[in-house]
Each structure stands twice: as structure tokens, then as C-alpha cells.
């Protein structure tokens, strides 16, 4: 049985891939900083002795090699949206991809997958992108059996990104798009991201970048359309002066899990659609077919009034 070393796996693409990998007999283990946070939901994704869940700092090299030492494939998952003052993109998305690429060779692992994220060599002036491209270029220099995907966003019940949205759009009356919510994406459903990954194992696939995309293209416009006909909500919806959310994202900046940083404005100007210059999991056949609006009605009934049955009530 091969055995697999996550990092960030309690994160949402984590814990809906240990289902599928332990489902295919991998045998997993999860590295978390918060053993008694996540422990009960990680260990709860698969069979019991199929997932080993271990807690650890991941800069603690001694810790690093007993983990390496007997592993066949390492994936990391491990990665931030905003930066504080512990927990820079520098020290997260560079150092840490540079120490575990490096560990990937001393064991001689046979694959280390990479989770970067669509776009990122575009948004030259963000923060997050540039860390991105960077751990993406140590990762290759030190261990040339990587894969590094580049997903869009990806949703599911279990994301921030859908259900923040949902609950924004219930509580707001009026809700700001930021470059006219022109900015496109190719969201990428968390099941069908996960089935890559796992043929990505599978059938050895050895490509070293590429972009993983949905079977739609939708502008963030739309996507909010589709997240206010599903909750069953009419908003307003205006278009931002960029000055003006910059500067609501500078106070944003000041809260414990900030809302919208200045970074992450300045990524969204820049669309989030295949480059061109790479493959992607179609070319592959690798497609991801789960449509956004059929998998969002599956739990957007939780920000409807009256929940689930609301409509059948009032018949
Ligand atoms: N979700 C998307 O739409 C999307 C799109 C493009 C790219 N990506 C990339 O895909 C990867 C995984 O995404 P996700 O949505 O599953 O992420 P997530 O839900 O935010 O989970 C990331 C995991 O990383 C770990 N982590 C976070 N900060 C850490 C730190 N300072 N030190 C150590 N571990 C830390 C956490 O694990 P513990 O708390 O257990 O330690 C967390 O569970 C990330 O690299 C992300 O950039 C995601």
C-alpha cells in the first residue's frame, strides 16, 4: 500500500481528498498544527487505521525527516490568503514548498504534488502571486518529480469563498463589485479538483504545471447572480470605485481573518482562466464536469428562508 504525506490537509480540499485516497487504500498521513481542532474531523474521512494524523510544527526539520523517511508521495496543501505577522506568504508559499521539495529528494519520493493557484503569473503586483511563482520555481529546481496544479477557485459546501459569499449576501442589502465584477473564473468543483489529483497518482502523470479549471467560465458578476437566485435573495449589486475599496481594504487589514486585503483586490483585477501556456486537466482528460449552479443549489438552501423545505411549506 503506498503511503501518502499530507501537509494543510484539514483544509477544505484536504479532508474531501483523504475520503478518496483512503477509499483507494492509500495510506495517509495528515500534518496539522492543531491536533485536538482538527483531529476528530480528520481522523473521521476514512477507515479506521487508514489515517494517521500527526501534530507538528512544519519548519521542525527533525520532525520533517521522520515523516519523509518511509513515505512514497508527499502533497501539499498548505497555503494562506493574507499575511500576519507569524505567518508571511514569504515563509508559507516559498520556504516551506523550498524545505519539503528538498525532503522529497533525501527520501526519494516518487511524486510531490504542489497545490499553487491559477493566474498567478499574471498578478505581478501581488503579494500572494509573486510568493506563489516563486515556491513554485524552488519546488522544480530541487525535486523534478513535481506536479504543481494551479486550480481556479475551488467551491464545495466546505469552502470560504461560496459559503462566505452566501451568508455576505443575506445579511447586506446592497453588495459592491470590485472592476464591475468583470474578472473571470473557472470554479472548479472541490470532488472534481480531488479525482484529479488522484489520477494525477494513479496514472503517473508527470507534467509539472497544470491549470485546473471547471467547465465554465462565469465573470464574478455572475457567479454572484447565480449565488442570489440559488439562496432565493434580490441585492443590489454596484460597481466599486477602486480607490474606495482600496480603502475599505485597508481597514479590512485590521481585522483577526480579514474580509478583503488591498493584495487580494489587486489580484482580482487579473482574470482567473487558463493562460494558454500550460496544460490543463482537459488536455488531460481530465475534466471536471460538476456545474456550479447544480452544486451550489446542493447547500444554499442553508442561507434560504425557512432552509430546505421552505417552498414545500408554502404550497
Ligand atoms: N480553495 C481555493 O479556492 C484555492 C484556489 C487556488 C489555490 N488554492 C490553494 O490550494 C491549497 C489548499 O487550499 P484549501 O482551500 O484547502 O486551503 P485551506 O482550507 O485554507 O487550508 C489550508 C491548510 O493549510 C494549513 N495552514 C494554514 N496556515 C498555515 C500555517 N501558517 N502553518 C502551517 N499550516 C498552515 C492549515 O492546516 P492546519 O490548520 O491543520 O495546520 C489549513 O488547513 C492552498 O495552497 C491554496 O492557496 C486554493
Known sequence: M???????????????LIRKLTKENYLVTVVTRNYHKNGAILKTQGNPGYIDVVEANIFDEEK???????????INLVGILYEDKKNTFKNIHV????????????YNLKKLI???????????????????VQGEKNIIQNFLKTVILRPSIIYSVDDNF?????????LLPIFPLYYNGKT?????????????ILKIINKNISDQIIECIGPEELSFKEIIKKLL????????????????????????EKLPKPLLTRDQ?????????????????????LEAKLKFEDEISKYSYMWKKGGEYSKKFNK
Open 2 to 16: 503506498k503511503k501518502v504525506l499530507i501537509f494543510g490537509g484539514s483544509g477544505q480540499i484536504g479532508r474531501h
Open 64 to 74: 520533517l525527516d521522520d515523516l519523509f523517511e518511509d513515505k512514497d508521495i508527499c
Open 95 to 106: 520556504n516551506f514548498p523550498s524545505l519539503i521539495s528538498t525532503k522529497c529528494k533525501k
Open 114 to 132: 504542489h497545490i499553487s493557484a491559477l493566474g498567478v503569473e499574471r498578478a505581478l503586483d501581488s503579494k500572494y502571486a509573486i510568493s506563489k
Open 162 to 170: 461560496t459559503t462566505n459569499l452566501m451568508t455576505i449576501l443575506s
Open 184 to 196: 473571470k473564473f473557472s470554479p472548479i468543483h472541490v470532488s472534481n479538483f480531488c479525482e484529479i
Open 229 to 252: 437566485i440559488s439562496i432565493d435573495k434580490k441585492r443590489f449589486l454596484i460597481s466599486m470605485p477602486i480607490k474606495i475599496a482600496k480603502l475599505s481594504a485597508f481597514f479590512f
Open 265 to 285: 483586490l489587486n489580484l482580482l483585477k487579473y482574470d482567473n482562466i487558463p493562460s494558454g501556456d500550460y496544460k490543463t486537466n482537459n488536455d488531460l482528460g
